[in-house]
């Protein structure tokens, strides 16, 4: 058995390396767990989010410990489960990106349905049934087409991505599971949450990133796709908040978790270039809209049709009222105050790295 804290509470979480696993992380040290991370082997680093978290095993027994795993590898998987005996899973990991996944759609089913089969059947394997609980990173994307708003629990699912089909399996399998032997494994149904940390090519960081690196004069324009997208945006450090709190419930069940609140694509450029001053201006219609800046006429936004989905989810807002009924949780930072944090975060970065580009020159 791998290094234990005292008060017996130990994580196994998948997809460490990414945004939720590192805010997760973070927040479950703080706890006291001991926390088990399984991450891919990568040609380069792949531990920007979690390194200040690390610390070196030779100084004695530490609470954060990396092991290498992939969800497309029972074996591995199998082994991991066996020697770190954790009491809360959280399957984190996904190929998480919609876009990607109409790319890829064999290996996204792969990992984001049957990865989450394989460490399921890791539990009933070891007969840790009673032991373990496990939570399921559910998302949004399984309401795809729009059924009904807000979407809820009890929202009929009509996902539109190949990533949205294979994360119904991951969901149903978590409730068949639940169900057939009486494991405590659970839903998140998460809303869209993002961060500083937020990866570079999810709508949010994109624009965020943008507009600061033209601001520093790095680039000259942002490009996007369908502009008229709703969603509803929450910040991921409330979100594993939540995830947490649905595995310490007294009974196991499945949860939205979401603000409540929706805004277009267009609102969230609209909101992060006016943390930097400017005000857009939209003109045109379609694939030949753009953003022009009021002050300087610049165009900073252009459509570019690549980025469009072969199937789009058009408006998302849900109803977390059960969780926060249940619970007790709710999320804490506003749409403002987010596009802040994040243009914040990036104008920094961006700004260090014209002023190294200025010095080099
Ligand atoms: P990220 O894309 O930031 O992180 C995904 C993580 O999964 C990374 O650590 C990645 O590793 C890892 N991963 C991907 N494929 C595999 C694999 N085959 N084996 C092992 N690890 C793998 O996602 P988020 O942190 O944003 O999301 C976390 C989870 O929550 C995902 O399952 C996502 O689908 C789901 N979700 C996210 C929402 C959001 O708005 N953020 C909303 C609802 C659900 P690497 O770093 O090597 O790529
Ligand atoms: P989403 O997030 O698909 O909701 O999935 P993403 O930020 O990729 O897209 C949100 C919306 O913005 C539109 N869009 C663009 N998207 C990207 N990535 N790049 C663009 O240039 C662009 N232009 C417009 C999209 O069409 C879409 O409508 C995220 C992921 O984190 C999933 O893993 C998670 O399950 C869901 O959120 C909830």
Redesign the pocket.
Known sequence: MLNRVSNGRVALVTGITGQDGAYLAEYLLGLGYTVHGIKRRSSSFNTARIDHLYQDPHSGQVPFLMHYGDMTDSAGLIRLVQQIRPTEIYNLA?Q????VSFETPEYTANSDAIGVLRLLEAIRILGMERETRFYQ?S???LYGLVQEVPQRESTPFYPR?P??VA?LYGYWITVNYREAYGMFASNGI?????SPIR?E??????ITRAVSRIEAGLEQCL?????D?K?DWGHARDYVVGMHMILQADTPDDFVLATGETHS?RTFVEAAFAEVDRKIEWRGDGVEETGVDRRSGRTLVRV?PA???PT???L?IGDASKARAQLGWKPKASFAQLVKEMVASDLAMAKMEAAVASYAL
């Open positions: 996904a998480s990106h919609v876009a990173a998302t949004s994307e991505s990533y949205g994360k998460l809303f869209n949450h993002e990866g090519t999810f709508v949010s960081r994109k490009y996007l796709g369908n502009l997208a969603r694509v570019d980025y469009f989905r789009e989810v058009d998302l």
